[in-house]
């Protein structure tokens, strides 16, 4: 990892839970549609799609990955935040598909990034 990417990576962190954050309520929103469906509280036209389905149940998967980064960096210790992404960055390149620690966000961001940085 260069220099450069490793002082962007605090603030492309954030952009990543800012957009976890965002997924997570999509999904809350979804399974709720679905429980006041089954209810029958609700037209059916209103009922999530079987994709929203899918991509609600992928975020639920993505929320034990995203609990140790909500914890560290909520924790106001310089320099712990970036230390365990590092490390979570370095095992996940390591290890591949194997063992997952990054939430899709995050691997998303990693992915776009290292792309950019083949083109130079």
Known sequence: MKLKEFIRL???????????????????????????????????????????????????KDMPRLLPFVVVVLIPVPGVSAGYALAAITLERWLGDRFRVLPNRFKFMLERNSDSGSDN
Not at 34 to 41: E, W
């Open 10 to 60: 605090p603030r492309r962190m954030f952009w990543a839970l800012v957009m976890e954050g965002e997924d997570t309520r999509k999904m809350l929103e979804v399974f709720g549609r679905q429980g006041t469906g089954k209810l029958r509280l609700i037209p059916t036209d209103r009922h999530p799609t079987q994709e929203e389905l899918d991509e609600a149940l992928q975020q639920l």
